[in-house]
């Protein structure tokens, strides 16, 4: 048997009015991933606290996005 493995590697979440609780679930999320390469969250209503959950992920425990 022949067996085709898909990925989801882009996720586009722009626009879907977002705040900050949804950034630091989100956050936690990333700390495992190893397979989304792209993520996009423009344009929604995260302030500067769910910035800072997403950067501090990005900055010290997920290496693939």
């Keep these: 048997d022949n067996l085709v493995s898909i990925s989801l590697v882009k996720v586009n979440l ?3 009015l977002l705040e900050d609780a949804f950034a630091e679930a989100l956050s936690f999320c990333l700390q495992k991933n190893e397979i ?7 344009k ?11 950067f501090e992920t990005l900055s010290n425990k997920n290496d693939t996005l």
């Design 14 to 16: 722009s626009g879907n």
């Design 36 to 42: 989304i390469q792209v993520f996009d969250i423009s």
């Design 44 to 54: 929604n209503n995260i302030g500067q606290p769910g910035a800072k959950f997403i």
